[in-house]
């Protein structure tokens, strides 16, 4: 955890055990009757430090039993939300002490993080209900971040705690329960800190972006013979670790760059001898290819910490990493490419240049393919290089999230800068490219800026991957940013649609597509044309990007034009989307939670 010393932690586990063990939980109005039946289920495995962890199901009513048809699943990996959430500037304006003060938080105590199963089965009674919380413990303030980007039959599902600095293994086999195949602890992992994502290959095993420096300040020596200095914890430079299936540690590589990064562009703090920006958030691979692509976000302790804000741009990343993975558990970096600023980049204001804050990246999927794309959160753009595989990939503005903006809400103005875009994904026939964006926050490039609407946008990338590495697209006026690229073969907006319209920088910050149909035979099968997106509208609450805690589902069609699917409802509110902020859920009275990431997941059994 990145603001909490042990003592302090150890305090936080201690109540949330108290409030645990106080008896049975209590629940008014309409959810006192939905949960009036629960089914509690507990799995534990004994970790490395030689305790207990565990993941306890609530499973609501019938989900307990065996079901008579199969059905599809939206997992969630949220967070308790509580004091610690409060940003410091907001606990120094409450009246009086801070003790005093906390009469005003909605859910003042720690509670348990947890994974939400909802029916995300089209037609089925309970679709759009949360018919389980599975919570685990006893790690408190994990700050649930991402699990995957997409579950294949049979894959552990990795979820990562940011501040928690743990990886979780979960077993979903048997859907609607979970169980723990194992867990990731940060002594596991003491040459990098603060896990960010992961990409699971064909054998089962996955990678993860420790976005952190390495636990301890100093040297810090890898078991495949690489010596880094570090800053120290959730400071730079991350690093690279393959798991097992059970999440077992199988390697740990250091992602910086061995003479150094770019001094001007890359700040540290505290500073170190050879600046780095390694500090890897995306990550996905084409093992095909036996290639692997990161990219780097932020030191990640000057951002989400507060009340330590930015004291300098340059701590938001411009780099992509590539990566020869041809030993799977010994990756080589073989190259790290800097972004270039576009015809929007202001010397005034760097933060919002196109190059700025790398946050992901996507690999195109197709054997004919070779292409990525990487997009930057504070910078509002997306880049493309045709060749992952070459010795130094260039890579090429070729879309503007500008030019999206008024696609997506007429209010908004056509300026990508500060666009806080999260998800972006290839489509698995390589047609589209799938992107949400939160929106600019009111004031974000000066005091009259109203900010903008955040959603959901398509893109029709196949002109630009068939031309190969030949492609022509490049964003390099201002009239193509705030209206696509002129030439021919630039990507074209095929559909886009609002989320919270009219509020600045509500939209979703995750998402994730549904490659699942349902077949003639009753069974699932993957799919390579989505025809459903989820998203979820929560950033960092320390950050200041809050969102609304809401998860939505989103109808693709053929064309890529996107519609909100109204029918998925809250089951208390019966408001469109899954609200995460409510008082009650099948764990007990816990109050809001913060939905980071999502994914489908089918039981086993019910996949052919």
């Not at 685990?136 to 971040?145: K, Q, S």
């Not at 070459?390 to 008024?406: C, I, K, L």
Request: charged share 20%; with cysteine; aromatic share 8%.
């Amino acid at each position: 955890m990145l603001s909490k010393s042990p003592r302090r932690r150890r305090t936080l586990i201690g109540a949330v055990a108290a409030v645990l063990a106080a008896g049975a939980v209590t629940y008014t109005g309409e959810s006192a009757a939905a949960y009036a039946d629960i089914t509690k289920i507990t799995d534990s495995r004994t970790a490395s430090d030689g305790k207990q962890y565990w993941v306890e199901n609530h499973l609501v009513g019938t989900a307990a039993a065996p079901s008579a048809g199969r059905k599809e699943w939206l997992l969630v990996w949220a967070g308790d939300e509580n004091v610690a959430d409060t940003l410091v500037k907001d606990l120094k304006n409450l009246p009086g002490s801070l003790t005093g003060g906390l009469g005003k938080v909605v859910n003042a105590l720690p509670g348990p993080d947890f994974l939400a199963v909802i029916d995300a089965t089209e037609g089925s009674p309970t679709f759009g209900k949360v018919v389980n919380t599975a919570t685990v413990g006893p790690l408190v303030e994990n700050e649930p971040h991402h699990m995957q980007y997409v579950w294949h039959k049979g894959d552990t599902v990795y979820a990562g705690a940011l501040f928690g600095a743990a990886t979780y293994a979960f077993d979903v086999t048997a859907l609607p329960q979970l169980k723990i195949k194992g867990i990731s602890l940060p002594t596991n992992t003491l040459g990098g800190s603060v896990p960010d994502a992961y990409w699971t290959l064909e054998d089962g095993t996955a990678y993860g972006t420790y976005m952190g420096g390495p636990v301890v300040p100093g040297p810090y020596v890898y078991a495949n013979g690489q010596t880094v200095i570090g800053n120290g914890f959730a400071g730079s430079p991350g690093s690279l670790v393959r798991f097992d299936r059970d999440g077992k540690v199988l390697s740990q590589t250091s992602a910086a760059t061995p003479q150094g990064d770019n001094a001007k562009l890359c700040a540290n703090l505290p500073q170190l001898a050879e600046p780095t920006c390694a500090n890897p958030h995306g990550i996905q691979a084409r093992e095909d290819l036996n290639t692997l692509v990161t990219s780097d976000y932020a030191e990640p302790r000057n951002i989400i910490l507060d009340p330590v804000k930015n004291p300098s741009v340059y701590l938001r990343r411009p780099t992509v990493r590539t990566w020869d993975i041809t030993d799977r558990n010994n990756p080589r970096l073989r190259a790290v490419s800097y972004l270039q600023d576009g015809p929007r980049a202001d010397p005034a204001d760097p933060l919002h240049a196109e190059s700025r804050a790398v946050m992901e990246t996507t690999v195109t999927n197709l054997p004919g393919h070779k292409g990525a794309f990487a997009q930057t959160m504070q910078g509002g753009a997306v880049h493309y290089t045709p060749d992952i595989t070459a010795a130094e990939p260039h890579w090429y503005e070729v879309f503007d999230d500008g030019a999206a903006n008024r696609a997506i809400f007429a209010g908004n103005d056509a300026n990508g800068g500060g666009s806080n875009g999260g998800w972006i994904q290839t489509s698995p026939d390589d047609r589209y490219l799938y992107r949400a964006i939160s929106g600019r926050g009111k004031g974000a490039l000066g005091p009259n800026d109203p900010g903008t609407t955040g959603g959901v946008y398509v893109l029709d990338i196949r002109k630009l991957l068939a031309a190969g590495t030949g492609f022509q697209c490049r964003i390099d006026t201002l009239a193509e940013a705030q209206n696509g690229g002129a030439e021919a073969d630039c990507p074209t907006l095929a559909g886009a649609v609002p989320i919270n319209a009219g509020t600045p920088a509500a939209g979703p910050h995750w998402g994730a597509y549904d490659n699942f149909d349902l077949g003639a035979d009753g069974f699932y099968h993957e799919t390579d044309s989505p025809t459903r997106i989820a998203v979820s509208n929560y950033f960092v609450a320390r950050s200041g990007l809050d969102g609304d805690h809401r998860v939505n589902l989103l109808k693709v069609a053929p064309d890529g034009k996107l519609a909100v699917d109204t029918h998925f409802k809250d089951e208390f509110s019966g408001q469109v989307g899954i609200d995460f902020n409510r008082k009650d859920w099948p764990h007990g009275s816990f109050g809001n939670a913060k939905p980071h990431s999502e994914l489908f997941v089918v039981a086993d059994a019910d996949v052919k």
